[in-house]
């Protein structure tokens, strides 16, 4: 069975937005997710609300559909304080949130709150601040000393309905954060390979991008076994990491789908069309995939190594 998420840019006022949140669940989708940045790339000057308090409305207006983070990362976060707000949408959404992590980027959420960090301290960093989430997330006190962060016998009372915690979907593409995915994940999240714009406008630009995707499973296959963990991970793919967006057509979508299932991944995501600019597209092609949705769920999941 394969899922199906949405993302949905947190740029409208909460008036207007409810209703997206509300209609993407009356449409069967499985999951619906937000970007946890305080402004990103070429929207930075247009309107962007916080994730937090949109999951938690979300939350509220909802009662089946999975909520989550697409994703969140330490670049403007500390752990004990985030871990405080996961187990507040776990509780508002009664055990439906989802974490989705990763270790950020080196744009505007790098450097708004201090220096960048190198390469190889925002990977460090990251391993901190995921193994910290989750023993914070496990246990009622947790006091810690590292690197990045300290914990002085923080609180975690009276823990997430989510047991034995809110699940952790890892975004990875390097060695180390899919060995870190491999260890403590419940999920893996990657968006495949990334193109510079003179590549990604390129003839073949699409199937190089689906061979980088299949190269991707097969390091995480190895990940997970090294990690004593064969098969673990629930799989997620951002069809929008592709050159074509996801939704330019619903044959697309329908594709991106098949071919995910056919290399592993459980769960595909795309984003909901904006009406122009990044993933600009037509909203009749997104309920069009609704309409389908049962024929995605049919899709079989090709067997790991």
């Known amino acids: 069975m394969v899922r199906v998420g949405v993302v949905v840019l947190p740029q409208e006022r909460w008036a207007t937005q409810r209703?997206?949140?509300?209609?993407?669940?009356?449409?069967?989708?499985?999951?619906?997710?937000?970007?946890?940045?305080?402004a990103w790339r070429s929207l930075a000057d247009e309107p962007w609300f916080a994730?937090?308090?949109?999951?938690?409305?979300?939350?509220?207006?909802t009662s089946r559909i999975g909520l989550g983070t697409f994703v969140a990362s330490p670049n403007f976060r500390h752990p004990v304080p985030f871990a405080k707000d996961v187990m507040g949408l776990?509780?508002?959404?009664?055990?439906?949130?989802?974490?989705?992590?990763?270790?950020?980027?080196?744009?505007?959420?790098?450097?708004?709150?201090?220096?960048a960090p190198t390469t190889a301290e925002r990977t460090r960093r990251f391993t901190e601040f995921v193994e910290l989430m989750d023993t914070l997330l496990r246990q009622p006190v947790t006091?810690?000393?590292g690197e990045f962060y300290e914990a002085d016998e923080a609180r975690m009372v009276p823990g997430t309905l989510a047991r034995p915690r809110t699940p952790f979907v890892v975004a990875a593409a390097g060695p180390r954060?899919?060995?870190?995915?491999?260890?403590?994940?419940?999920?893996?999240?990657?968006?495949?390979?990334?193109?510079g714009p003179e590549d990604a406008d390129a003839p073949d630009a699409q199937e190089r991008w689906w061979s980088g995707v299949a190269e991707q499973a097969a390091r995480m296959d190895d990940a997970e076994r090294a990690a004593g963990r064969p098969g673990a991970l629930r799989r997620y793919l951002s069809l929008d990491g592709a050159p074509r967006f996801s939704l330019?057509?619903?044959?697309?979508?329908?594709?991106?789908?098949?071919r995910a299932a056919g290399l592993g991944f459980h769960d595909v995501v795309v984003h909901q069309p904006r009406s122009a600019g990044?993933?600009?597209?037509?909203?009749?092609?997104?309920?069009?995939?609704?309409?389908?949705?049962?024929e995605v769920h049919a899709l079989p999941v090709a067997a790991r190594a």
């Open 51 to 61: 994730t937090v308090p949109l999951l938690a409305a979300a939350a509220a207006v």
């Open 90 to 115: 776990d509780d508002v959404s009664g055990g439906r949130f989802v974490l989705g992590v990763g270790a950020g980027g080196t744009g505007f959420d790098a450097s708004v709150t201090g220096p």
């Open 278 to 294: 990044v993933y600009a597209g037509d909203g009749a092609v997104l309920d069009a995939l609704a309409a389908r949705l049962d």
């Open 177 to 195: 954060a899919m060995a870190l995915a491999a260890r403590l994940g419940d999920g893996w999240v990657t968006y495949g390979p990334s193109f």
């Open 248 to 258: 330019g057509s619903l044959a697309l979508a329908l594709e991106g789908a098949e």
């Open 19 to 38: 209703e997206t949140w509300r209609r993407l669940e009356e449409q069967g989708f499985d999951h619906a997710w937000t970007y946890d940045h305080l």
């Open 143 to 145: 006091s810690h000393r």
